[in-house]
């Protein structure tokens, strides 16, 4: 593990998956205990999006922006929301000079799925509607998260292509949640990982889908076609339970004619990029950064 990173490991607190309500309080207080971003050169403003019901959002608009990224926090579909969003979201509108579109997604267990991926469906239509008061082109609308977020990012990016819906110009998945089985390696495995193990995201999994069985929709590694999807930028840790998928999934959209840009981060785990001070941490931040200005300035 990278020593940076590894000296924080005894510091996390314990979250129980089984308790989401406490799980959130946790998320929350951390975040709130993370250096504030410098917002200066933003305009920030809450909306809430029609839908149903409404969904809240926090858009994020640098200077003379492109296009945008809608970002869906990570969180186990159970914790975080647009405050405990709010530094990465405000790094990541600063450093790629896209505007982000941070989106509330309803959460687990009080609302399954497809309750998120709903949500984000509702934005993505939002965001290509009021693409000229968002100050965007239409053309330039990229969707990426962390973890469950990115696996919703993922979904919607399925969704899209299934319904015709707007077009995507890239896919940002971080760490992505993308098969509720746990047939991988690192998935049986990795039972003691920082942060996040093979219980805890089962629990997620629990969670989120609730009595429903798994779709594409909800696991997108269960599609059984790739093709036709946009680029995707995934990013993975070497000591995440998720690691395997992500890389099998990233050989799939290869396979099926998507151009991928995957990026395996040694000593890493599920959640690092975080850990601010950490020197990988840093270069993982900036390369979902740099992936979002390539994506929407080409």
């Known amino acids: 593990m990278d020593p940076e990173l590894e000296?924080?490991?005894?510091?996390?607190?314990?979250?129980?998956?089984?308790d989401p309500v406490a799980g959130r309080a946790v998320l929350a207080e951390l975040a709130g205990a993370r250096p504030q971003p410098d917002v200066t050169d933003l305009e920030i403003e809450d909306r809430a999006v029609p839908g149903d019901p409404d969904v809240a959002v926090r858009i994020y608009r640098p200077r003379q922006a492109l296009g945008a990224v809608i970002w869906l926090h990570g969180g186990g579909w159970v914790m975080g929301g647009l405050d405990a969003e709010h530094a990465w979201a405000a790094r990541l509108a600063e450093t790629s000079g896209a505007v982000v579109i941070s989106v509330g997604y309803r959460l687990a267990p009080e609302h399954p799925f497809p309750a998120a991926l709903d949500d984000a469906w509702a934005v993505?239509?939002?965001?290509?509607?009021?693409?000229?008061?968002?100050?965007?082109?239409?053309?330039?609308?990229?969707?990426?998260?962390?973890?469950?977020?990115?696996?919703?990012?993922?979904?919607?990016?399925?969704?899209?292509?299934?319904?015709?819906?707007?077009?995507?110009?890239?896919?940002?998945?971080?760490?992505?949640?993308?098969?509720d089985r746990p047939?991988?390696?690192?998935?049986?495995?990795?039972?003691?990982?920082?942060?996040?193990?093979?219980?805890?995201?089962?629990?997620?999994?629990?969670?989120?889908?609730?009595s429903r069985p798994?779709?594409?929709?909800?696991?997108?590694?269960r599609a059984t076609d790739l093709s036709g999807l946009p680029p995707a930028y995934i990013a993975t840790a070497e000591f995440d339970p998720n690691r395997d998928e992500d890389i099998s999934y990233a050989l799939r959209l290869l396979h099926a004619g998507v151009t991928v840009e995957l990026h395996q981060w040694p000593g890493t785990f599920h959640?690092?990029?975080?850990?601010?001070?950490?020197?990988?941490?840093?270069?993982?931040?900036?390369?979902?950064?740099?992936?979002?200005?390539?994506?929407?300035?080409?």
């Open 183 to 210: 047939e991988t390696w690192s998935r049986r495995n990795f039972t003691d990982t920082p942060w996040f193990d093979s219980d805890r995201i089962a629990a997620a999994w629990r969670h989120y889908l609730g």
């Open 124 to 179: 993505l239509h939002w965001t290509a509607r009021h693409a000229a008061s968002l100050g965007i082109d239409p053309e330039r609308i990229a969707i990426g998260g962390h973890s469950a977020g990115a696996g919703m990012a993922a979904a919607t990016a399925l969704r899209a292509r299934d319904e015709r819906g707007p077009a995507i110009r890239l896919q940002l998945l971080n760490q992505p949640c993308l098969d």
């Open 271 to 298: 959640g690092s990029q975080a850990i601010l001070s950490a020197d990988v941490s840093q270069r993982q931040v900036a390369e979902l950064a740099a992936a979002v200005r390539r994506a929407l300035a080409g």
């Open 7 to 18: 000296a924080f490991v005894p510091l996390f607190p314990d979250i129980d998956m089984d």
């Open 214 to 221: 798994a779709t594409p929709y909800a696991a997108p590694a």
